[in-house]
């Protein structure tokens, strides 16, 4: 049972002897058994938690790039397993660099030349093509915190992917809503047009708060009349938005 396997996971620790670490990825690798007695939520939870104790070792396993990889590329693996997987690309790829740089002072190699993190890298590039589901939107955040402080991820790059995503009518609304919100919340101007757009033939709520809020991150002044109007809706939560929105375009 869950309670049962979060006790055991307990007593891990954080020097687990290499030949425990080749079961543990096994088992982090494999798909969940046809007879597990727990929920698939709680299974993933089980992977989760202990992707993050492997994680956490005094010292890094070998391979726990290429099994984040391996997960995400099979689509057979469960999706929301495969989603877990692209979230943890970004903190393997910082814990993978330091220990590269370390070795790299000994060597005078490039840390970047590392074929690991190449791998990493190019999979969460390759994420931001699963549009239909949320995967896009978790490799995009990836992509956008590793940009800030890895010169091999190119800002540039990963603010028009921004935009792109953005701007796909054929994309989930939950991609959509996380990239124009992360153009607004950055400054990314070049959306302003996609946001206007969204505002008026946005197809849900939710998307459409999403888009007026990213308004009141990049418009101007002739977008005043257009959140005015919002912010009498008889929709509440776009009424709401419309005026938070009107206040932090005025406040500025």
Not at 32 to 37: E, F, W
């Amino acid at each position: 049972d869950y309670k049962t396997r979060l006790g055991a996971m307990s007593k891990l620790g954080y020097e687990i002897p290499p030949h425990e670490i080749d079961v543990l990825k096994e088992f982090l690798l494999a798909d969940i058994p046809a007879d597990v007695k727990i929920p698939g939520g709680a299974y993933n939870s089980v992977r989760n938690d202990l992707y993050e104790v492997l994680l956490r070792q005094k010292n890094m396993p070998e391979g726990l790039g290429d099994l984040l990889v391996e997960v995400v590329s099979n689509p057979a693996q469960d999706g929301t397993w495969r989603n877990y997987c692209i979230q943890f690309m970004e903190p393997f790829y910082e814990r993978q660099f330091e220990v590269e740089s370390l070795k790299s002072e000994a060597t005078n190699g490039d840390v970047n030349s590392s074929e690991e993190l190449q791998r990493v890298q190019d999979a969460l590039w390759e994420a931001l093509g699963e549009r239909d589901n949320s995967n896009a939107a978790t490799a995009l955040l990836g992509l956008d915190k590793l940009s800030k402080n890895y010169s091999e991820f190119d800002r540039k790059e990963v603010e028009a992917a921004m935009l792109d995503l953005a701007s796909d009518d054929q994309a989930s609304v939950a991609n959509r809503i996380t990239a124009i919100r992360m153009c607004g919340e950055q400054g990314n101007v070049q959306a302003l047009e996609t946001a206007r757009t969204l505002v008026m033939e946005g197809n849900t709520t939710l998307l459409r708060c999403a888009a007026i809020a990213t308004l009141g991150d990049l418009g101007t002044e002739e977008d005043l009349a257009l959140l005015q109007t919002y912010a009498s809706s008889d929709d509440e939560r776009i009424e709401r938005i419309a005026r938070s929105a009107l206040k932090k375009m005025e406040s500025e």
